[in-house]
């Protein structure tokens, strides 16, 4: 814009420059004098000037152009809409390198760990490739219930390293696989609320969950849990998802809504954020 801004200025510089020529180059001479009295070298000035002032506005003209459709396809974070996106990890193989920027998703999650140990083969290069494409991304923790919650968020928090502003705070997926046969209820929302603690003290975000509805309504039936944003998977054609009972009020943050999303022939989760791109950072809470 500030290019655009300089050249429109040049115009209106030349503009004047012209001006002060023709009044040099014909002193106390009436307006009704023929254009042959100008001498003919204030005349190729005038001409070269004149063909400069064409030039330079029709280049202001086609910058401006250019920062309008820049602006056009880039919507302000605060802007409410409805924006897709995928979470994509190992399985998905190396997806991302053949990800056009021109599709049309706008975030990307994907998976950093597991339990208190593992880190996803494809998570750090999926990480860096995301940033690249200029699209809003993520990370999530894959919890367990038999590894320790304090060990598991430390490996997580070390594994990403640090979350910016622009990213989607941490996520935490909890689902019946990783819950083991022996863990009860009232342990595993113990743990799991010390794992987010410990996640939101050291990265200084509130962190997400990611469930699913049988299984939230069974396992998470707290209301501790309902200050954390939900992500849920909610498989189904309705026009909205079901929410567990924890969330009801403040219903989810984003909505994954199928498991078989075709993207470059490779099935992904396919995801969907309704509101300003600022509440999915959580950069507006900041």
């Not at 070298?41 to 029709?58: G, N, V």
């Not at 605060?78 to 990800?99: A, C, K, P, W």
């Not at 998470?220 to 026009?239: C, Q, V």
Request: with cysteine; charged share 20%.
């Amino acid at each position: 814009m500030k290019i655009a801004l300089f050249k429109f200025v040049g115009v209106m510089g030349m503009a004047m420059i012209l001006i002060c020529i023709i009044g040099q180059t014909s002193p106390n001479k009436s307006a009704q004098q023929n254009q042959t009295d100008v001498p003919h070298t204030a005349q190729t000035e005038i001409s070269l000037l004149k063909h400069a002032i064409a030039h330079f506005k029709q280049q202001a003209q086609a910058d401006f152009a250019a920062v309008a459709q820049k602006v056009k396809h880039q919507p302000s974070s605060h802007v409410v809409g409805t924006y897709y996106g995928i979470d994509v990890s190992h399985y998905q193989g190396d997806l991302l390198s053949e990800l056009s920027k021109k599709n049309r998703l706008r975030f990307i999650i994907t998976k950093a760990t597991n339990g208190d140990s593992e880190v996803d083969p494809m998570f750090y290069k999926n990480w860096q490739l995301v940033e690249q494409s200029d699209r809003i991304r993520g990370a999530y923790h894959f919890y367990l219930s038999k590894d320790n919650p304090q060990q598991q968020a430390r490996h997580f928090v070390n594994t990403v390293g640090k979350w910016h502003a622009n990213d989607i705070p941490p996520i935490v997926d909890i689902e019946a696989a990783g819950v083991s046969s022996d863990t009860q209820i009232k342990n595993l929302q113990q743990d799991l609320l010390s794992f987010l603690n410990y996640v939101e003290v050291h990265t200084k975000r509130l962190p997400m969950i990611y469930s699913n509805y049988a299984f939230a309504q069974q396992w998470l039936n707290n209301t501790e849990f309902s200050r954390y944003p939900l992500w849920i998977a909610d498989y189904t054609k309705a026009k909205t998802p079901n929410v567990p009972n924890t969330w009801k009020q403040k219903g989810a943050l984003i909505w994954q809504h199928s498991d078989s999303y075709q993207l470059d022939s490779d099935d992904v989760d396919f995801d969907v954020f309704h509101g300003k791109l600022s509440n999915l950072t959580g950069s507006s809470h900041l």
